[in-house]
């Protein structure tokens, strides 16, 4: 059985640091991204990584620089490293992947599998 299992969040003050990490099980996967979701906006993706030899990234705007998405292939483990943390990265985190390569960096809706999230808490 799949399992995404995310751990890491919490609150801290503006300009803090915390780290996500995400422990997947059952298969190998081709892509894995972070997502979050404030209070009535929509699901937003914020980092993803190919887990292939290319480990290729991409992140938002709104976090390019502050984010860093990585894998560890070995334990499984996705890792979200987020510093100078702002009042609007407040949200729930969810970690998806998926296990095929669609050619292009997939959309929301063709990620297989998702955790059940994990809260950030920004104060200023």
């Known amino acids: 059985q799949v399992q995404l299992v995310e751990s890491g969040g919490g609150s801290v003050q503006a300009g803090g640091s915390l780290r996500l990490s995400c422990a997947a099980s059952?298969?190998?996967?081709?892509?894995m991204a972070w997502f979050r979701q404030a209070p009535g906006k929509e699901r937003e993706e914020v980092a993803a990584?190919?887990?292939?030899?290319?480990?290729?990234?991409r992140y938002a705007d709104s976090v390019s620089g502050r984010f860093t998405i990585s894998r560890d292939n070995a334990e499984n483990t996705l890792y979200l490293q987020m510093n100078s943390l702002k009042p609007e990265d407040t949200g729930i985190y969810y970690c998806?992947?998926?296990?095929?390569?669609?050619?292009?960096?997939?959309?929301?809706?063709?990620?297989?599998?998702w955790g059940q999230g994990t809260q950030v808490t920004v104060s200023s």
């Open positions: 998806a992947a998926r296990r095929s390569y669609v050619g292009r960096w997939p959309w929301r809706s063709e990620y297989e599998y």
């Open positions: 059952a298969y190998t996967y081709y892509t």
């Open positions: 990584i190919f887990t292939s030899n290319s480990r290729s990234t």
